[in-house]
């Protein structure tokens, strides 16, 4: 079975455009239009253009696409925010909030038309928020899983905590873990996708596959085809294995 993934996009939806073009391309070559393209969270904050991204994906699941999108911390951030600005999310510190330069809420609202974010009292900031901010929008995000296993791999936004059964994952895991995650060596049962912790480029560590390659802080947003064992990276010429 083939399956396409995607890794943390963070409202640039010209990346995003751009990659499922990529994906396009590998579909024509190998014939197969029907493999599910798994998008592996964080589809807001810090760029743009997140309302594009969101109603990108959204109307094209509505339209019958064959796509799969998890739900990342930051999807989890906007929509507690729009529902109770007081709420903080049990997996942010709490000295800070969503709308902190480092976390990029405030450009999530640029994109809806709330303007200076950060700069203003959150009461104000919110109640634009609540009228320029589609409901659809945060229903849409609010309804997204925060797993899929096909084929003998994982997809979670952030990584699993070791030891415990996939179906007994707690949702705060798996879309905010790092430790002992990323450090864990040993076999999950199966191969682990995830995103959440930024490196340099798409790196497959035997247990895991590390798909977020910084688009949030202006790297480049990468893509990946998966059949059985055998792992691609989808670049500007086609396929590169990786190893």
Not at 42 to 66: C, K, M, T
Not at 95 to 113: A, C, F, I, K
Not at 129 to 143: G, M, Q, R, S, T
């Amino acid at each position: 079975m083939r399956t396409y993934a995607i890794g943390d996009i963070h409202g640039h939806l010209s990346l995003l455009q751009e990659i499922h073009d990529r994906i396009a391309m590998d579909r024509r070559a190998t014939g197969d239009h029907e493999a599910p393209v798994v998008h592996i969270g964080d589809l807001v904050d810090r760029g743009p253009d997140s309302r594009g991204v969101v109603e990108y994906l959204r109307q094209g699941i509505e339209h019958g696409e064959n796509w799969v999108v998890l739900k990342g911390n930051h999807d989890r951030m906007f929509t507690g925010f729009m529902r109770d600005p007081a709420r903080c999310d049990p997996g942010l510190r709490r000295d800070l909030s969503w709308l902190h330069p480092r976390l990029g809420g405030g450009p999530t609202l640029e994109s809806y038309g709330v303007h200076h974010a950060a700069d203003r009292p959150v009461g104000v900031v919110h109640r634009e928020a609540a009228e320029l901010v589609p409901e659809e929008h945060l229903a849409f995000i609010e309804a997204l899983p925060i797993r899929y296993q096909r084929d003998g791999t994982i997809f979670v936004h952030a990584g699993i905590r070791p030891g415990i059964p996939f179906a007994e994952q707690a949702e705060d895991d798996l879309l905010w873990i790092r430790e002992p995650f990323l450090s864990d060596p040993r076999d999950h049962g199966a191969l682990v996708v995830h995103g959440h912790t930024a490196i340099d480029a798409v790196t497959h560590y035997g247990n895991r596959l590390n798909l977020d390659s910084g688009a949030a802080y202006g790297g480049p947003l990468s893509a990946v085809v998966i059949e059985g064992q055998s792992v691609w990276q989808l670049g500007q010429d086609g396929r590169a294995p990786i190893a």
